[in-house]
């Protein structure tokens, strides 16, 4: 088991470096830099800045620079507004975490039931319609539920906000309609993992004995049912909370979904670099934290790593 | 003596898809709307009338980027059957030509990733062991990049490098217009999403080679002698057109998806072109005022990815029976 982490953690840290060197490389080659949008900068003004951020030394050299200062732990400032780009992190990073762990919550609540409930009615028509609303949910993208709820269930609930981050109730209409697609998703893998569970011969042998089916289903089936679903929430939540600045721009958010997609538009390496780098470290390590609780749940897993 | 002839794996396939109800209704309604966006403005072109004035006041289709500062936010009505956007540009158009733009830049994404995912795929599934094990690792450490994130880095990237390299395309090859704007604006997306896109398709590619590599075909075609190429290209691919198909199939509308996504960030197609993202970020501008700017929009594009999703699930069921969860 141990091997299985070190193994992973080792995968981990090349996917870091990947992204760190893709985002450096990329970002460098582009034409044009924060300055390009201002022209009225004089000659030496231009020479300070390249001076003071290493432009004007070979891309290889910024390279290394670059990895020196990582392993200072500083990520240097924001071209752009001259912001260090730890603070900008520190400023928006817990609105993200907030974001994702919620929308995470709402994702849980709606997909696992729904997924379980339409596992033990299966062909029946709660099964169906759960599952063609668990395919709209899939089918349709945060940026067109995002607005629609705002209009009808924001404008219509005195205290829910359409825009804004003040109070927790201004977290309810951005997690729901984060968490719904994923919620979507989830629902159709917990039915997929209970009917597995459910033909399997141990669950026919309970029955067989005269076990009550509640029990079969509380003691027995949800067991072995939900590892699928287990296995897909670490890598859900990393992606809902990358992949939430759709949401963050549709009710206004402070998260770090403002700061990369501004940074991208205005070429600030920096503070990409930095957004970057936490996105990949963030995904590996909810990986790893998903993979090891994989293998306290399911003893099948376990065993088969030791052998 | 009349010979029964059998059934094969396609006319099977078209049987059970039939006999699925959602995904048959998805068949045409995709098939709908892919008509629709394509051929009613090439009829609508045709039949234009030359006078603009005429065109705008009268005729059933408009110029989808003529903006009209007067006509701005109009109802329904039997001169623009959807009414009229913040710019008084009509709906229907747009919204046509819009899809044009979504469907094709998910398509030809698709068609890249496809081309990468599957040579990958095959090679690595036919030469096995250590190129195996190499090709898949990278795979892996792909999988673990963030996708959306990196497809913005590249598609800026790309978009950047073609956007300097516009003088040279227009003095030197002699590219009109149009197809500069076709390489400005939409290439750079469908190449970054395609180039990305591709470790699913590779994975599911291998490990059907993988399994297929001991089938009796194949290694009759060993012994007859063919080379390597031919038994992976001629021999095992063609069977595994089943599964192609429906990866192929799921795949586009999550690229469809992507592109919606980053343009409506700001981040793909850019006004006054036209794209189903653009079009839904315009509206949730205006919904407070103007909810007909998203809803109809909202509609087009929701029913356009379900009819997709159902249609690959229903593919899946009819040509891979196996890998079908329930």
């Known amino acids: 088991m141990l091997k299985i982490i070190i193994n992973r953690l080792l995968q981990g840290i090349v996917v870091i470096a990947c992204l760190f060197t893709i985002t450096f490389f990329l970002v460098r080659k582009l034409p044009g830099d924060a300055l390009t949008s201002e022209k009225e900068l004089s000659a030496e003004a231009k020479k300070a800045y390249n001076e003071k951020y290493d432009f004007d030394k070979p891309v290889t050299t910024q390279y290394r620079i670059a990895i020196a200062k990582l392993f200072e732990g500083d990520l240097r400032e924001s071209t752009k507004t001259g912001q260090p780009v730890s603070k900008i992190i520190a400023h928006s990073f817990p609105t993200s975490v907030v974001l994702g762990v919620t929308g995470m919550f709402v994702a849980i609540c709606i997909g696992i039931p729904a997924g379980i409930i339409s596992a033990l009615k299966k062909n029946s028509y709660i099964d169906y319609s759960t599952m063609l609303i668990a395919m709209i949910g899939i089918s349709v993208p945060t940026f067109v539920i995002g607005p629609l709820i705002a209009k009808f269930i924001g404008s219509n609930v005195p205290f829910l906000k359409v825009a804004g981050w003040g109070d927790p109730f201004d977290w309810v209409l951005p997690s729901i309609t984060l968490g719904l697609g994923t919620g979507a998703y989830l629902a159709r893998i917990t039915r997929a993992g209970m009917l597995d569970v459910l033909s399997q011969d141990y669950i026919r042998t309970a029955q067989a004995k005269g076990v009550p089916q509640q029990m079969i289903i509380t003691k027995h089936a949800l067991k072995g049912g939900l590892i699928p679903s287990i296995a897909y929430i670490g890598p859900a939540f990393a992606m809902l909370i990358t992949g939430s600045f759709i949401v963050e721009t549709i009710f206004q958010a402070p998260g770090m979904g403002q700061h990369f997609v501004n940074a991208t538009k205005n070429r600030d390496p920096f503070l990409l670099q930095g957004i970057v780098l936490l996105f990949g470290t963030l995904i590996v390590v909810v990986n790893i934290a998903s993979d090891i609780a994989l293998m306290f749940l399911n003893p099948r897993l376990r065993q088969e790593e030791n052998a | ?326």
């Open chain 2, 1 to 326: 003596m009349k010979i029964e002839s059998g059934n094969s794996l396609w006319s099977d396939a078209w049987l059970r898809l039939k006999k699925n109800r959602m995904a048959f209704i998805s068949l045409w309604i995709v098939v709908g709307i892919i008509l629709s966006s394509f051929l009613i403005p090439i009829i609508g072109e045709i039949f234009a009338p030359k006078d603009e004035a005429y065109r705008a006041e009268h005729y059933w289709f408009k110029d989808p980027d003529k903006q009209s500062l007067a006509n701005k936010f109009q109802g329904p009505s039997g001169n623009h059957w959807l009414g009229t956007d913040q710019a008084g540009r009509d709906l229907f158009s747009r919204l046509l030509y819009g899809g044009q733009v979504s469907l094709l830049v998910g398509l030809l994404a698709t068609l890249i990733s496809m081309a990468i995912g599957i040579c990958y795929g095959a090679i690595s599934g036919y030469k096995g062991g250590k190129t195996d094990s190499i090709l898949m690792r990278i795979v892996d450490v792909l999988y673990g990049l963030p996708f959306l994130v990196i497809v913005i880095l590249f598609s800026v990237f790309i978009k950047a490098w073609a956007q300097q390299s516009v003088g040279f395309l227009k003095n030197d090859w002699g590219w009109g217009e149009g197809l500069i704007n076709i390489t400005v604006n939409y290439l750079p997306l469908c190449v970054a999403i395609g180039i990305l896109g591709w470790y699913t398709m590779a994975r599911v590619v291998r490990s059907q080679v993988l399994s297929s590599k001991k089938l009796e075909y194949v290694e009759a075609a060993v012994s007859l002698g063919l080379s390597h190429k031919n038994i992976l290209f001629k021999q095992i691919l063609p069977n595994l057109l089943g599964p192609i198909i429906v990866y192929t199939t799921l795949t586009i509308p999550g690229f469809i998806l992507t592109e919606a996504g980053l343009s409506y960030l700001g981040l793909g197609v850019e006004s006054p072109n036209s794209s189903w993202g653009l079009l839904l970020q315009e509206g949730a501008n205006y919904m407070e005022t103007q909810p007909r700017l998203l809803i109809v929009p909202s509609i087009v594009f929701a029913l356009t990815l379900l009819a997709l999703n159902f249609l690959g699930d229903g593919l899946r069921d009819a040509l891979d029976p196996k890998a079908s969860k329930d």
